[in-house]
T-cell receptor
């Protein structure tokens, strides 16, 4: 089945630095990549949606200059948390949606990245 | 936008018994309803999904039912086993007609299977 590889699984960074998270679709073309954030014991909240080759669309309340999303190819999307602060500590998860024969398929999730900002 | 309510937040059942988790959604234009299982520190894993043109779907011990009129859908797990213990999320996709749309998730149900 479809697989999305997400790296790193865990990262600890100092406050003020930037962190990049990568998601790769291994056996399909991810026309759309979704980025979610999940705080402890809470649900997944959609942060942004990116289509290959286009600028990402951010959900209300998500700072686009802080969470930079790049989706330059059909198999790779990155999320960069810029000038990270402790309140950005969270579990970040990507989800890819591929298109086959004109129909959108299901959503394949990455394994998540636990970001801790100290 | 879409709003998904999920109940209960915690569910404890004896091994071998059935578990039912219920969700409601707000937007009648939603057309896809997946259920995910999430274990601690991992990403969500799809366990079953249903589209709006179907009322019920079953896969071995897992089934999902959808009532479009009432805008609710439920997950049924029969003959529960210890490895079913996890957090389960329902989700709904609102079809904007413009392409792939993101999912709106319920708050999750912590399912505990008592041996």
């Amino acid at each position: 089945g479809a697989v999305v590889s997400q790296h790193p699984s865990r990262v600890i960074c100092k406050s003020g630095t930037s962190v990049k998270i990568e998601c790769r679709s291994l056996d399909f073309q991810a026309t759309t990549m979704f980025w979610y954030r999940q705080f402890p014991k809470q649900s997944l909240m959609l942060m942004a949606t990116s289509n290959e080759g286009s600028k990402a669309t951010y959900e209300q309340g998500v700072e686009k200059d802080k969470f930079l999303i790049n989706h330059a190819s059909l198999t790779l999307s990155t999320l960069t948390v810029t000038s990270a602060h402790p309140e950005d500590s969270s579990f970040y998860i990507c989800s890819a949606n591929g298109r086959t024969g004109g129909h959108y398929g299901g959503y394949t999730f990455g394994s998540g990245t636990r970001l801790t900002v100290v | 936008g879409e709003n998904v309510e999920q109940h209960p937040s915690t569910l404890s059942v004896q091994e071998g018994d059935s578990a039912v988790i219920k969700c409601t959604y707000s937007d009648s234009a939603s057309n896809y309803f997946p259920w995910y299982k999430q274990e601690l520190g991992k990403g969500p894993q799809l366990i079953i999904d249903i589209r709006s043109n179907v009322g019920e779907k079953k896969d071995q011990r897992i089934a999902v039912t959808l009532n479009k009129t009432a805008k609710h859908f439920s997950l049924h797990i029969t003959e529960t086993q210890p490895e079913d213990s996890a957090v389960y999320f329902c989700a709904a996709r609102f079809d904007s007609g413009g392409g792939a749309d993101g999912l709106t998730f319920g708050k999750g149900t912590h399912l505990i299977i008592q041996p």
